[in-house]
């Protein structure tokens, strides 16, 4: 069954950072792109950015630009997304999603699998 | 950025009637390369991660049933859900993938009248 696994959910105090994973299971991460979205508590999903599994190359939502980074570990198996200089608005679900068309090289695409996301919760 | 602008905000629909979500876009997502139309709508429960039900405007994904449908062009799209049924309730949005950032309309809620 094709589906993404997230980390657990995290807690932070504002000014903190939080990491999150996402693997895939029954395809191959590095075919397809990768999306970071969120969602606070009653809004809209939110996009955050992307990655090219394959090559590596990024994209940030200038809203974030200089708190996010999308990254791939060696063997393209896990995607990480973090997060720093955290506020107490950041508290959300994270989700990572998967970009629909195999091999695509740009992050124009729907997002057809979604992990089942992670809370983080920004508390003082 | 482009704004995704949905109506009604919420609905209710009798068990087996039709029930009609709008959206629009504040420019474009007509892609003039291959003339598609970068317009998604998807489903959320409550609790779960959103799930595509369309893509490219009028394209249902795979394993979708087929009461649900999608149209439009330029900047007015619609999701349309023939003979609702009681799994159907959930809040929709639409998204335009046409630019970075790839931006969500506010959502409607559908409910059972």
Redesign the interface.
């Known amino acids: 069954q094709v589906r993404l696994v997230q980390s657990g959910a995290e807690v932070r105090k504002p000014g903190a950072s939080v990491t999150i994973s996402c693997k895939a299971a029954g395809y191959t991460l590095s075919d397809y792109g990768i999306h970071w979205v969120r969602q606070a508590p009653g809004q809209r999903p939110e996009w955050m950015g992307w990655i090219n599994v394959d090559k590596g190359n990024t994209k940030y939502s200038y809203k974030l630009q200089g708190r996010v980074t999308i990254t791939r570990d060696n063997y393209a198996t896990t995607v990480y997304m973090g997060l720093n200089r955290l506020r107490f608005d950041d508290t959300a679900v994270y989700f990572c999603a998967r970009g629909l068309r195999k091999d695509n090289h740009d992050s124009f695409d729907p997002f057809d699998i979604w992990g089942h996301g992670t809370l983080v919760t920004v508390s003082s | 950025d482009i704004m995704m602008t949905q109506s009604p905000d919420s609905l209710a629909v009798s068990l087996g009637e039709r029930a009609t979500i709008n959206c629009r876009s504040s420019q474009s997502v007509l892609h003039d390369s291959n003339k598609r139309h ?1 317009l ?1 709508w998807y489903q959320q429960k409550s609790g779960q ?4 039900l369309i ?1 490219w405007a009028s394209t249902r ?1 795979s394993g979708v049933p087929d009461r649900f449908s999608g149209s439009g062009s330029g900047t007015d799209f619609t999701l349309t859900i023939n003979s609702l049924q009681a799994e159907d309730v959930a809040i929709y ?1 639409c ?1 335009q ?11 409607t809620r559908l409910d059972i009248k």
């Open positions: 970068y998604a991660s959103p799930k595509l893509s994904e949005y998204q993938y046409y630019s970075t950032p790839q931006t969500f309309g506010q959502g």
